[in-house]
T-cell receptor
Framework: EPEVTQTPSHQVTQMGQEVILRCVPISNHLYFYWYRQILGQKVEFLVSFYNNEISEKSEIFDDQFSVERPDGSNFTLKIRSTKLEDSAMYFCASNPLAGGYNTQYFGPGTRLTVL | GEDVEQSLFLSVREGDSSVINCTYTDSSSTYLYWYKQEPGAGLQLLTY?????DMKQDQRLTVLLNKKDKHLSLRIADTQTGDSAIYFC??????????FGAGTRLAVHP
């Protein structure tokens, strides 16, 4: 069964450094998302991406964040200058938008630790 | 605004039924979801229900939706130790995002 994959599983970085989190959505899915979950807190929406552009973004997704679909398979989240409070689990998701169904399938997550 | 509320903890005996409850605020939500998260793992889509349905059954899982009260529940029949996890209720806001509850930690004991 196809799955969303994410790399790396764990990323440790120094405050102020740039990080790129990578995701491979399920093939033929059309909508892509990033969410984050700070330890012990709710899963929060960051951004949705459709037809090669951002569809919606949350207040968390400020100028330090960007997303890109550089080729037909990868979907990346870049944080330009990481802060301590960016430490969280980051989940990528994709949605087939097929048959009128609206279902998001999540990857296993990347744990980002900012020191 | 959009909000989803869940109780934080549920403890059940193996073999009993578990019922996890959720309330949501956005009456325009078209789909409501239950996701399962095991320790250190991602979010696994368990089941979902379309807003014009009252009930959906899928093997041991039964989802009940009371749209008037904006109340959603997940019943797990014959709960097993492998069901121990955090269960997240979520509502969709169009195709753009899901709003998650804080999650209910289900503990199954012998």
């Amino acid at each position: 069964e196809p799955e969303v994959t994410q790399t790396p599983s764990h990323q440790v970085t120094q405050m102020g450094q740039e990080v790129i989190l990578r995701c491979v959505p399920i093939s033929n899915h059309l909508y892509f998302y990033w969410y984050r979950q700070i330890l012990g807190q709710k899963v929060e929406f960051l951004v949705s991406f459709y037809n090669n552009e951002i569809s919606e973004k949350s207040e968390i997704f400020d100028d330090q964040f960007s997303v890109e679909r550089p080729d037909g398979s990868n979907f990346t989240l870049k944080i330009r200058s990481t802060k301590l409070e960016d430490s969280a689990m980051y989940f990528c998701a994709s949605n087939p938008l097929a048959g009128g169904y609206n279902t998001q399938y999540f990857g296993p997550g990347t744990r980002l630790t900012v020191l | 605004g959009e909000d989803v509320e869940q109780s934080l903890f549920l403890s059940v005996r193996e073999g009993d039924s578990s019922v996890i409850n959720c309330t949501y605020t956005d009456s325009s939500s078209t789909y409501l979801y239950w996701y399962k998260q095991e320790p250190g793992a991602g979010l696994q889509l368990l089941t979902y229900i379309f807003s014009n349905m009252d009930m959906k059954q899928d093997q041991r899982l039964t989802v009940l939706l009371n749209k008037k009260d904006k109340h959603l529940s997940l019943r797990i029949a014959d709960t097993q130790t492998g069901d121990s996890a955090i269960y997240f209720c979520a509502e969709s806001v169009g195709y753009n995002k899901l709003i998650f509850g804080a999650g209910t930690r289900l503990a199954v004991h012998p």
